[in-house]
């Protein structure tokens, strides 16, 4: 069955960087688009980033373009997500997401779900 495991998630402070890792297994990775997608305590979960299948095309939520950098490694089934510049409104869970078809950023879109990373920014 298709796996996708996050890990990386800590508590930091603000201004700190983070790496992220999502390793997927049980699926062609290098066929899928992936994606990041984050939920704060209380909010609905938001895009964060996608990244096409040959990594030629990435998009960003606003709120992190600039900050955040998401980029694969197919030969080791891995997506990251390099975070710099924490802020403590990125405090959330952080979801690894997997679609087959084109690079979205609509949740319903992505079929294939992490457990999630915890990420915590103090002020």
């Known amino acids: 069955q298709v796996q996708l495991v996050e890990s990386g998630g800590d508590l930091v402070q603000a201004g700190d960087s983070l790496r992220l890792s999502c390793t997927a297994s049980g699926l062609p990775f290098s066929s899928a688009t992936m994606a990041w997608f984050r939920q704060a305590p209380g909010k609905e979960r938001e895009f964060v980033a996608f990244i096409s299948r040959s990594s030629s095309s990435t998009d960003y939520a606003g709120s992190v373009k600039g900050r955040f950098t998401m980029s694969r490694d197919n030969a080791k089934n891995t997506v990251y997500l390099q975070m710099s510049s924490l802020k403590p409104e990125d405090t959330a869970v952080y979801y690894c997401?997997?679609?087959?078809?084109?690079?979205?950023?609509?949740?319903?879109?992505?079929?294939?779900w992490g457990q999630g990373t915890q990420v915590t920014v103090s002020s």
């Open positions: 997401a997997a679609r087959f078809g084109r690079p979205s950023g609509y949740i319903d879109g992505y079929a294939y």
